[in-house]
Nanobody, 115 residues
Framework: QVQLVESGGGLVQPGGSLRLSCAAS????????MGWYRQAPGKQRELVAT???????NYADSVKGRFTISRDNAKNMVYLQINSLKSEDTAVYYC?????????WGQGTQVTVSS
């Protein structure tokens, strides 16, 4: 079992930056893929970015060049650096992983982009 706790969300102006953090309750060293998803009001949850144990990353087209996912296996942490924020980035951001065939999600952290 894995518990995930996100933090770092908030209200930011367009063009601003935030760093989201995801703390895992167990070692993520052997967890192949960790990811960030988001859900905007009235929309389906969507993939933002994923990262594997080897450091391979994958991004949604809408965030390429602005978002960076990283992981620190020693600290059991996954991060999402988000830059050049746009109003359409407003959403609840979730950390997610699969562990022994079971999906685990965090409770989410709200990111609101507004002037």
């Amino acid at each position: 079992q894995v518990q995930l706790v996100e933090s770092g969300g908030g209200l930011v102006q367009p063009g601003g930056s935030l760093r989201l953090s995801c703390a895992a309750s167990r070692s993520i060293f052997s967890i192949y893929r960790m990811g960030w998803y988001r859900q905007a009001p009235g929309k389906q949850r969507e993939l933002v970015a994923t990262i594997t144990t080897g450091g391979s990353t994958n991004y949604a087209d809408s965030v390429k060049g602005r978002f960076t996912i990283s992981r620190d296996n020693a600290k059991n942490m996954v991060y999402l650096q988000i830059n050049s924020l746009k109003s359409e980035d407003t959403a609840v951001y979730y950390c997610k992983t699969d562990f022994f065939g079971t999906e685990y999600w965090g409770q989410g952290t709200q990111v609101t982009v507004s002037s």
